[in-house]
């Protein structure tokens, strides 16, 4: 990301994710499986030298691995203007003994933080399901993404497309709508919105989670979630 931003900037890229599951490099490795904890971090403060005003970092808190580090993620952020999303640990097909095992709950991490002075903030058009809380002492801010909240799907604006070329209305949904037979060519392009605007009438109100039906995502990397 440090060599590269650069150019994503240049290319008119106005907004960055990043994961970092952990601000101890050894947790880091543990969690990713990969000794990179220097060059996210790297790449982060590039962002911000060559302007972009805010970075959102994605992080999921687990128990037994990374939960006791919320203190050090919420110092972090004092004086740095990071959106700190700390998503729910989702289940899915193949993860059930790491989703009981890890598991934490969003409502516990939001009690915490209205404990210390976080307040909500009024929802943005652009937050989807975050509810995004702020605080007086804090340049930074925090997004909780809490799939298991009631009425959570009610407000998202979400739709990915994955690498194999499906759109998927939800990470969690049964299947993925085909669209690479219309990605080959700029002639196809009139097709490609009338078929998006026609599957984004079937969308479900809601995933299913709460029945412990997670779809067809084996789990969330498979696209890129």
């Known amino acids: 990301m440090a060599k590269q931003v650069d150019t994503w900037r240049q290319a008119g890229l106005t907004n960055i994710n990043v994961s970092v599951d952990s601000l101890d490099p050894r947790m ?9 904890f220097t ?9 911000f030298e060559i302007g972009y005003e805010q970075v959102k970092v994605n992080v999921v808190l687990m128990k037994d691995l990374n939960a006791k580090e919320l203190p050090a993620f919420l110092h972090w952020i004092k004086d740095r203007p990071i959106q700190l999303r700390f998503i729910e640990l989702m289940q899915t097909g193949e993860m059930d003994e790491l989703f009981n095992k890890h598991h934490v709950s ?3 991490i939001r009690n915490q933080l209205i404990a210390n002075g976080w307040i909500l903030k ?5 937050d989807g399901p975050a509810q995004v809380f ?3 002492d ?6 909780l993404i809490m799939p298991y909240e009631k009425n959570f799907c009610e407000s998202c604006n979400r739709l990915r497309v994955s690498a194999m070329g499906k759109l998927h209305l939800c990470l969690f949904g049964d299947h993925g709508v085909e ?35 997670s779809g067809m995502t084996p789990h969330l990397a498979s696209i890129g979630g």
């Open 39 to 47: 060059e996210v971090m790297s790449g982060i403060d590039r962002a």
């Open 179 to 213: 669209l690479r037979d219309l990605l080959q060519e700029d002639a196809q392009e009139s097709a490609l919105i009338e078929r998006i605007q026609a599957q984004l009438q079937t969308k479900s109100v809601s995933h299913f989670l709460h029945d412990g039906n």
């Open 106 to 108: 969003g409502t516990d």
């Open 28 to 36: 880091f490795h543990q969690i990713t499986g990969e000794n990179k």
């Open 138 to 143: 804090y340049k930074g801010e925090i997004g």
């Open 134 to 136: 702020v605080h007086a």
């Open 122 to 126: 009024a929802r943005s058009q652009n």
